[in-house]
């Protein structure tokens, strides 16, 4: 009892002597337990129930002296039993409140007369009796430690000559048995509680800061840990809480409550005491329930929290899962082993098919963010042969005979399955996805190549030889062609990787630069480079840069471009500081004050700064390096290098540049270099390698007006335009339109494209190109068609159809293109009769069904020309079937920019009057009342328009009234927006005709607001404004005749 | 070896003695020199000069007389450049002794540093070819190859297997030095081999001092000229 008290009752923090017990699920089992054992052993023991305690249990009870009857001598306020020892004392006495019980029977009785309140007096006896036994049996035998002790006590009571030493005993014995009982019952209950540990606290508050941020989305504001420290156990607490099971406090801010300091430990998680601002140290104390984890806590603390978890659950399940996946993937190997045989059941299938679904997941996110066109390999295809290699995987140890699949096959698969790592790390920053890659191994049974014999030889060597043997094995192993999978696998296989990183760790200089040479060849191999990363030859390399020796910070600088194809690599060199010894390469002038000391393995300054800007180029794919670069002072060196005249500089050069460029605050940097001039002056270059980059940089930066107009002052458009006519080359045409189509967003810019017959020669591009050309052609013409000469000027080039016709497409990308250059095309009526023959119209009412909310609102917006300018509109409208009510209910959307776009097409659908009354049938008017309360001046505005159109039919005026529309539009008076303003009061003019939207509007200020419209210059908002004044007016007029007459 | 230290400690002392000597003798054969070595600048040539007077122990007036014995050479090449190879040592110092009268006179003292301190590719490699006996036609055999390779492997279980390890090295070395195939390493072999690729400059075993060595002799040698320069 003693012991279970002691070890696992939960106490309050507070220590001992006052302490309480707290109220969890686990104390109060003990408590029922003590109970019951108390309760039943008038029955069970009736003899050891006689047994007067040393000392009486004493302590503060609630009942009243009334409670006890018979067997009780009851008086005032006190209570004697009956019952007394052999001193003739009485076993129970009451002076309320204090009760003092000295046996167990009259305990027993005591706890049925409690009744309801049984629990509340146990948990009062325990608390102020901390040491009951010590009570019950005397101090001589305190709480028992263990069993030895225990012996020591019936030791004890053998030797005494007391008389009472065998109820002593068996008494010392049944104490000991409940204690025994206790322990059990609580391990039994603790193990019903998932036990936390560092790791999974960890891995979930990662999680949660995942899906933490501003926003309505977000499950949580923030999640902060309260101390960055983080002990070597995994723990954060103190190590004086520590001892308490705590592993970490976290700050949480959820949406809907106020910030919450919360521990972490592993018994659970709990709400603390918090942490004062002055206060370094946390309010330890609990303050709540335990909960079994984070997120069940939260989730019962926020509801926002349990609201937005449940729409992110799948993702966050599926992260988690993931992360598991991961976290397990070490003991899984082994495991696998012993595991495969056991269940070779249906567990196994289960568990076969879980991988595969994670790697279709994997595969499918990644190919998701690319628009590559070099991934439009058949994703069935890939997913088919994944499933394949994992099936071989997992199935070798299991059936033998599969394994018969010949090496040529397996290495087939190997290839194809790494080839879209390769262009996806290699294409765009956005495709960081850093997955791990199947594993081969070579089987040690399978037919191994002569080389990797020979390789095996040489390594023997590298690992046992001095320096002469070390480097003759080195330059051997260069004339194996180490471009080949075979070999590269060879060296990693038979530990060559470890020796040959180690290397780079001596002081050998002949064989640091031998075993870098070999590093550089192999790490083209992507699952070498995780070797590598894996094996820690990163920090090594980076600290390589350090070196005098230029040779070596080349092939160091050369080595990381090729590690760092993968995010944890970047992620390790800018860890180790590598992106400041990179940009320091660029430095050629500094670099050329070397020591005296000449060397045989020098080479040109200018090698030094390729090679970093190489490196460079490799690690500016992740972000947080872009932001490395730019505080290292990169900006200048690239732009100062970017005035050679090398084109082996200027490649990696103007990659990194284009990297970087894909954010907006680098583009400030380099338009603030002067950057731009000597892109454009590469254009001109004869390498096309460079051309492609160096249009592509200016695509990134295009974004911007001032870049636009840079490009066009240097002469770029030029170059560009002539670059069109070579479309061998995909991957350079593709960035060449999408540099043209970023600079045509700029007017002037498209004088001169028309100048350059580049549109001509744009529409030729717009068949038999990958969608990536065909996304910038497509989009390059619809800013063109912006103006009505190359409207007309695409027509006739015979532009309208292929557009049409890539109405069809799925690729988003390109048909938020493609709608927006037909919208633009359908504002000259004879185009539009052309889009309408070849039923364009009928596409881009299909495409307001696409999922995405883009494609929507470009497809809204381009049938508002195509319903203007078509002949017989309201017919060619009605002649869709379904698609009025389509029209309609998009303005249940949540997104901005489709509600603006599909009011602008209800505003020209409403012009047709039959067309009017069925989207009224179809509750245009509600659903538009409910949009009014906005303050998106562009959906305010077309919203405005569309009010104003659908006034025109039936009783809708009033409805809008009804529906409390008039209000809302009175304050966008108040907007900034010229536009808005005349759209809102054409939209009032129209409501004014209906009495009560007067009133309405005259009680929200609008006369005033009118007024000051009316000396716009622009004139249709002058003649609304004084139109809606005008019937106000009138309205007021009347009102008085009726009230004099 | 202490005695270099010394030697070496000491030599600030004999240059204030050498001062009042005969300067003119000295600055005679520091001209004489620099005609014939370039990498070295003439304050640098005298300080070799006096290094080597004092290895060469003569205190009297004639400078640059006589020479550095084998065993005195062997020393400084194993204290001051770290060498060790006994076999290699001994064909550095016939490398360095050109007229072959088993001493290092002064002036091939001062054009064998020059080759160590500052030599261009194309003289280490010559020098190189001369310490493994390739100069003019003559060629390296396997068996030389072996005894020059022999102690190039951590010494394994038994002295059968290092052997054979060594005879496995041999066949390596000769595969990738052998341009013409006919199992022996000529002069022309070398010659192209190590242009294809530095790194075999010293194939057969090391022979030029490491770069950190060369920088703390300069720094010992030149001790003057660098202190007299602040």
């Known amino acids: 009892m003693g012991v279970a008290l002691t070890r696992s009752a939960q106490w309050t923090a507070a220590g001992h002597g006052t302490g309480t017990l707290e ?174 540990n560092p790791v999974t606290v960890k891995r979930h508050i990662e999680l949660l800061k995942r899906f933490s941020g501003k926003g309505e989305e977000t499950v949580l504001e923030s999640i902060e840990y309260t101390s960055d420290y983080e002990f070597s156990n995994g723990c954060r607490a103190p190590p004086w809480r520590q001892i308490y099971g705590e592993i970490c406090y976290v700050l949480v801010k959820p949406h809907d409550v106020e910030t919450l300091c919360i521990t972490c430990s592993a018994e659970g998680v709990f709400l603390n005491g918090g942490k004062a601002d002055d206060e370094r140290e946390i309010n330890y104390e609990r303050k709540g329930e335990i909960y079994k984890d984070l997120v069940t806590f939260l989730k019962e603390i926020s509801a926002k929290f349990s609201e937005n978890m449940s729409k992110q659950e799948i993702n966050f399940d599926e992260e988690q899962q993931k992360e598991k996946e991961q976290f397990d993937a070490a003991p899984k190997k082994e495991e696998a082993a012993t595991n495969h045989k056991a269940r070779l059941g249906s567990d196994k299938t289960t568990y076969q098919k879980n991988h595969i679904n994670l790697a279709k997941t994997q595969m499918t996110k990644r190919l998701e963010p690319s628009l590559n066109w070099k991934t439009s390999v058949d994703i069935k295809d890939r997913k088919s042969l994944v499933k394949d290699s994992q099936e071989e995987k997992h199935g070798t140890r299991l059936d033998k005979t599969r394994t018969s699949i010949s090496p040529g096959r397996a290495q087939l698969l190997r290839k194809s399955i790494e080839k879209p790592e390769e262009i996806i790390s290699e294409s765009s920053s956005e495709s960081e996805e850093d997955e791990e890659p199947v594993d081969h191994r070579q089987e040690a049974n399978a037919d191994l190549p002569s080389e990797y014999w ?205 990297e970087c460029a894909s954010e907006e605050n680098y583009r400030a940097s380099i338009k603030s270099e002067r950057i731009i001039e000597n892109l454009v002056k590469n254009l001109n270059s004869e390498n096309e390698q460079l051309q492609e980059h160096c249009a592509m940089a200016i695509y990134q930066c295009a974004e911007d007006e001032e870049t636009r107009d840079l490009v066009r002052l240097h002469g770029g458009l030029k170059p560009l335009a002539s670059l069109l006519n070579n479309t061998d080359n995909k991957e350079r045409l593709a960035a060449v339109t999408g540099a043209i189509w970023k600079c045509s967003i700029s007017k002037e810019n498209v004088t001169k494209f028309r100048e350059y017959k580049a549109i001509e020669t744009l529409v030729g591009l717009l068949t038999d190109q990958p969608e990536e050309v065909l996304v910038n052609v497509v989009g390059a013409l619809g800013e063109c068609c912006q103006e009505y000469e190359n409207r007309v000027l695409v027509r006739r080039c015979g532009g309208i159809q292929p557009l049409v016709n890539l109405l069809v497409g799925i690729n988003q990308a390109l048909l938020v293109n493609v709608t ?26 299909s495409l307001l069904k696409n999922p995405h909310p883009d494609v929507k609102a470009s497809a809204a917006w381009a049938l508002c020309p195509c319903i203007e300018n078509a002949k017989d509109a309201g017919e060619m409208v009605r002649s869709f079937v379904g698609g009025l009510e ?98 809102t009061a054409q939209a009032l003019y129209q409501l004014s005709e209906d009495a009560d939207n007067c009133i309405t509007m005259h009680e929200n200020g609008a006369v005033k607001l009118l007024l000051d419209m009316v000396g716009s210059p622009d004139q249709d908002l002058q003649e609304a404004a004084a139109g809606c004044i005008s019937n106000i007016r009138r309205l007021a007029l009347a009102t008085e005749k009726a009230r004099y007459t | 070896m202490p005695r270099l230290g010394v030697v070496l400690s000491r030599k600030s002392k004999c240059a204030e003695a050498t001062l009042d000597m005969d300067q003119k003798t000295l600055n005679k054969l520091v001209e004489s020199i620099s005609k014939t070595v370039k990498s070295f600048k003439k304050s640098e040539i005298e300080c070799l000069i006096q290094l080597f007077d004092s290895l060469v122990g003569k205190t009297d007036r004639r400078f640059g007389s006589c020479g550095i014995d084998r065993n005195t050479f062997r020393r400084i090449l194993h204290s001051i450049f770290g060498m060790t190879n006994d076999m290699l040592m001994n064909r550095v110092f016939f490398a360095f002794d050109e007229d072959n009268d088993n001493y290092i006179n002064v002036k091939e003292w001062v054009k064998g540093l020059s080759v160590f301190l500052r030599g261009t590719f194309e003289e280490k490699l010559k020098f190189c070819s001369e310490v493994y006996y390739l100069n003019g036609d003559g060629y390296i055999s396997r068996e030389e190859i072996f005894d020059m390779l022999k102690n190039s492997l951590s010494q394994q279980s038994s002295e059968e297997e290092t052997d054979e390890g060594v005879n496995e090295l041999v066949d390596i070395t000769l595969k990738k030095m052998d341009c013409d195939n006919d199992g022996k390493v000529s002069s022309a072999d070398f010659t192209k081999a190590v242009r294809e690729d530095r790194l075999l400059l010293e194939v057969f075993g090391p022979c030029l001092p490491e770069a950190k060595n060369c920088l703390n002799f300069e720094a010992l040698a030149f001790r003057n000229i660098m202190t007299s320069r602040f």
């Open chain 1, 886 to 983: 389509l029209v309609v209910n998009l303005l249940k959307s949540d997104n901005k920019e489709v509600l603006a776009s599909v009011c602008a097409a209800i505003t020209n659908i409403a012009k047709d009057q039959e067309n009017l009354a069925v989207i009224t049938d179809h509750g245009v008017v509600p659903l538009l009342s409910k949009l009014a309360n906005t303050n998106n001046d562009k959906l305010r505005r077309h919203l405005a328009e569309a009010i104003s159109r659908c006034c025109m039919w039936g009783r809708n005026r009033v409805a809008f009234g009804e529906h409390k529309a008039v209000a809302p539009l009175v304050r966008y008076l108040k907007s900034n927006d010229t536009n808005v303003h005349r759209a």
């Open chain 1, 454 to 658: 020979q390789i095996q030889k040489l390594v023997k060597y590298l690992k046992g030889g001095n320096q002469t043997a070390t480097v003759i094995a080195l330059c051997s192993m260069r004339d194996f062609n180490l471009a080949q999978e075979t070999c590269q696998l060879a060296i990693r296989d038979v530990g060559g990787l470890e020796v040959l990183i180690n290397l780079l760790d001596t002081d050998e200089v002949k064989c640091k630069i031998g075993s870098l040479k070999i590093l550089k060849e192999i790490s083209h191999n992507p699952q070498i480079r995780r070797s590598i990363v894996d094996l820690g030859g990163l920090p090594i390399m980076v600290n390589i840069l350090d070196s005098p020796h230029k040779s070596l910070k080349c092939l160091a600088a050369e080595t990381i471009a090729n590690v760092a194809k993968f995010r944890r690599a970047r992620r390790a060199v800018r860890q180790h500081g590598g992106i400041t010894k990179l940009v320091a390469l660029l430095d050629c002038a500094k670099n050329s004050i070397e020591p005296a000391q000449s060397s045989l393995y020098e080479t040109r300054d200018v090698e030094v700064a390729r090679c970093g800007a190489l490196a460079l180029w490799s690690c500016s794919k992740s972000y947080a390096n872009k932001e490395a670069i730019r505080k290292a002072g990169g900006f200048p060196l690239l732009a100062r290098l970017l005035k050679t005249s090398h084109e082996d500089m200027l490649i990696p050069v103007v990659g990194t540049l284009q």
């Open chain 1, 820 to 845: 927006k250059a037909v919208g633009a095309c359908a504002a000259e009526p004879e185009s539009m009769a052309i889009i309408d023959r070849l039923d364009g119209v009928r596409l881009l009412w």
């Open chain 1, 23 to 196: 109220i969890t699920p686990l104390n109060e089992a003990i408590l029922n337990e003590i109970i019951m054992f108390v309760e039943s052993f008038i029955y069970k023991h009736p003899q050891e129930a006689k047994y007067a305690f040393v000392e009486p249990l004493e302590w503060t009870t609630e009942l009243d002296a009334s409670a006890f009857q018979s067997g009780y001598v009851v008086s005032d306020s006190t209570v004697k039993s009956e019952e007394v020892d052999k001193n003739g004392q009485p076993l129970l006495f009451l002076s309320v409140p204090q009760i003092k019980i000295r046996s167990f029977g009259q305990l027993s009785r005591f706890l049925y007369i409690a009744k309801g309140t049984k629990l509340k007096e146990a948990q009062a006896c325990i608390e102020a009796n901390r040491d009951p036994v010590v009570k019950i049996l005397g101090s001589d035998f305190g709480t028992m430690e263990d069993d030895s002790a225990a012996l020591n006590i019936l030791d004890k009571i053998t030797k005494d000559d007391d008389p009472e030493r065998e109820i002593k005993m068996k008494l010392a014995i049944l104490l000991k048995q409940l204690d025994l009982h206790l322990l059990n019952q609580s391990l039994k209950h603790l193990s019903l509680e998932i036990h936390l």
